[in-house]
């Protein structure tokens, strides 16, 4: 089994920052891609960004790019979002969601969620 713990949640000013993080533990192989997705009250869940195991990140909306960096540490089977200039629209729960490969299995997994709370 793996476990995903996302940290870095919070309640932040419109302008401010916040460092998302997402470990993974359990019965790991190889991490692949790994990624940041949001809800917000009432909709959908929607993918922020992910990023391979070599380093190739997406961002789901360009407009992202400029304020929100993805970025992953193998060693720790960590991936972090790095969130600036943050704004009300951004108020979600985020999760993380990481492809899995242990010995028997390959599959996703999603942590639990982490609430990021922007006030104008």
């Known amino acids: 089994q793996v476990q995903l713990v996302e940290s870095g949640g919070g309640l932040v000013q419109a302008g401010g920052s916040l460092r998302l993080s997402c470990a993974a533990s359990?019965?790991?192989?190889?991490?692949?891609?790994m990624g940041w997705y949001r809800q917000a009250p009432g909709k959908q869940r929607e993918l922020v960004a992910h990023i391979t195991s070599s380093g190739t990140t997406n961002y789901a909306d360009s407009s992202l790019m400029g304020r929100f960096t993805i970025s992953r540490d193998n060693g720790k089977n960590t991936v972090y979002l790095q969130m600036n200039s943050l704004k009300p629209e951004d108020t979600a729960v985020y999760y993380c969601?990481?492809?899995?490969?242990?010995?028997?299995?390959?599959?996703?997994?999603w942590g639990q969620g982490t609430q990021v709370t922007v006030s104008s």
């Open positions: 359990g019965s790991i192989l190889r991490i692949n891609t």
């Open positions: 969601n990481a492809d899995v490969s242990s010995r028997d299995l390959r599959r996703g997994y």
